[in-house]
């Protein structure tokens, strides 16, 4: 769709009320609505809690009442999470390049910034023969600890990835847990609509 065309609002703002993905509706039927959607010619937006819909030329009757019967989970799909990225992009990001690369695209997007007076993992401090040393690539801030440490926490910390993953429907091999995952390993992988919006609202350390 062109700038230069007449956009119609069709149905402008479809109010729903939200509420969680349940067990009869996958992400597969999110995604099946949202193609039959965007293929008709249809752009989905979040206007709060509700979805607003804008199209060129009024759309299909059957495409519409797809979209009502799946309002709520299309707006959990759609709303961007407290990383930065909705349903969509991680599923997205999933298709596009696996699931070791969300791992890594998870911990870079929930860092963890930690005091630099104690390791995060024993609570033990500074030594001369067993040194804090910080982990992590965030310009924030990064997570102190013990170098014998960082093994098990990093352990954890992918256990902690792959169960949020998995909370979205993103599942992969559990060998995962056993690869070394590089702190930093974003780049041009990240699809470029995702990397324009991340670009607009860059987020730090919590
Ligand atoms: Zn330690």
Sequence with gaps: MSAT???TPVSP???VSPSPLGKTVTGCEVKTALASARSAGIELSLDGED???TAPTPPPPAVLELIARHKAEIV???RPGADGWSLEDWHVYFDKCGFGACV?????RNPVCSPSDHCLWCGGQDELNNLL???GAHPDGRAWLHGGCWPDWSKERKAEAIAALGLMGLVGAASVLDQAVPVDDRGSRVPERIRQRDRAGERGCA
């Design 133 to 135: 040393l910080p982990f």
């Design 51 to 53: 979805l607003a819909l």
């Design 5 to 7: 065309e007449v956009q």
């Design 104 to 108: 890594v695209e998870w911990l870079n």
């Design 76 to 78: 959990l799909w759609l």
């Design 13 to 15: 703002v479809l109010p």
